[in-house]
């Protein structure tokens, strides 16, 4: 859950460090630091913050070698002494890790009676000690052999004094190689390397590495040197900047209808050729996801059923390991937009013990799930850098969307004009989520009625109860608006207790689904406890407006499409009212963007 990178090569390593920090700031935030090799010395800057606090107290230097760290906490609080680097006890090496080592303790016990000097209370801190103690004169060979004493996952970059060479390791945590001429570069995410190459060579789990400025050298976990074409990766270090936006999650909401298009385009090919088709069974399905990318799977399971009518179940992957797997499914689908949650990596690993088939979504080619499972189809969102997913959110329902349709046409149950039009209403609703966007000042209004909330409900039917889950998520994540998300024939059930005129309720209902009737009389039911309702419903809807305190409108269009442009309205009601309530909100407290844990 943190970030890493490093540099070897005849720029100022301080400021190749810091500027690739900042790009990996979504991975984690509470704490930064930097090492680097300066005239021969290895020196150390680490701050508890985010990285401009450590930005303040780095000192001048010319070194041309260094790592660097953005903390999340996992083990041991946020605090100076426990970001990363660690030094070892004379000084000559340092390492910055990401991941978890589960055997530390009895690890440290050794060591410390063994003579090492702990200054932190990290479970990272006892891979320095043991690179210590293995170093004799090769670094790459004395982390190998470090790691090998290690149970847990890492992406570990060590450097000593008087080199200039960076040495890695890698399991379950990302890691990439960005190369140059006579420089070369390394990072827990390409985001953080494309202001100086879009070169790149992916690390596989198990690999050890080395680095200088001239060379590259990669072997597999039997100590085997490995050779493996480098990717040309195709965003540009524009795609993973502000570009004038005030913060990433306006900016990427902003991208909606790009990453519709080019997931549209990109998927149309895949699937046009047959690529994914062919090897899926078409009996039942599970998909399987966390988060964001689970309210997209339950999107999913509606129209799998509309349009393929596909049985479909879903399960939550920090679950899905544990549960008993009696209703196995041949085909698992596992939707992660980073391709590194460690609970999905999990899950995927399951499903094929298991003997099911697996197919990944995912916005980030090369990322971990890609080799974990048997078929991968690409959403195109570009990078997104917001912890709050936005674009990649959209692109993921649409690769639902696209899934649906084919399927359903492979299997008969859409004939090819039915599948034509269902795809050009699919690219219709991205000129939707435009119009959506132009209303951004009538959404920004709306959100006084939130802002000052400390409660919130969020309630829908049918194929927007996912929706409203997604938008309650959205709000709560970046507002620290304890937000819920019910489908609304529940609250009677339980939650209408919890209503009065302090907690605002935004209600979804599209007037042509089958539960718009029943959306109004849910409406009714809150209004009459005198909560205050934003209703969001399509353009010229004055019944339901007569039951809400104000509406946002979206543009008409078919129900089954519907949750596109209502989702673009929640995200940017949650920006508003996160943004008016002075917030973080790029980087949410206590969240990461792509969590590696379990
Ligand atoms: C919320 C959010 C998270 C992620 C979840 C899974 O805005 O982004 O809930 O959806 O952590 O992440 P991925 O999709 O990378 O597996």
Redesign the pocket.
Known sequence: MCGIVGYVGYRQAAEVLMEGLKRLEYRGYDSAGIALVDNGRLSLTKRQGELDVLRGVMPRSEARTGIGHTRWATCGRPSDRNAHPFMSCDGKLAIVHNGIIENYAALRGRLESNGHRFTSETDTEVIVHLLEDHYKGDLRQALADSIKEIEGTYAIAAIRDGGQEIAAARKENPMVIGLGVKENFLASDVTALLSYTNKVLYIMDGETLSITPSEVKVFNAEGVPVEREPAVVTWSAEDAQKGGFEHFMLKEIFEGPNAMHNTLLGALDMIENGEVLPRIDFRSVKLV?????FHAAMVGKYVMEEFASLPTTLELASEYRYSPGARETPLVIL????G??AD?LAAAREARRRGCRTLAVTNVVGSTITREVDEVLYTKAGPEIG???TKTFLAQMLAMYLLAIRIGYAKGNLSHDSMRSALSSLRQSSNMVQSVLNRMHEIEEASKMIDSAEHCFFIGRNINYPTMLEGA??LK?ISYIHAEGFAAGELKHGPLALLDSTTPVIATAIKGDPTYEKMLANVSEVAARDSPVLGIGLEGDTELARLCERVIYVPKVKPVYSPIPVTVALQILAYHVAKRRNCSIDKPKNLAK??TVE
């Open positions: 996801a966390c988060g964001s990318s939707i992660t937009q980073s590194e949650t999905t912890v709050a997913a998520l959205k994540e792509s969590v």
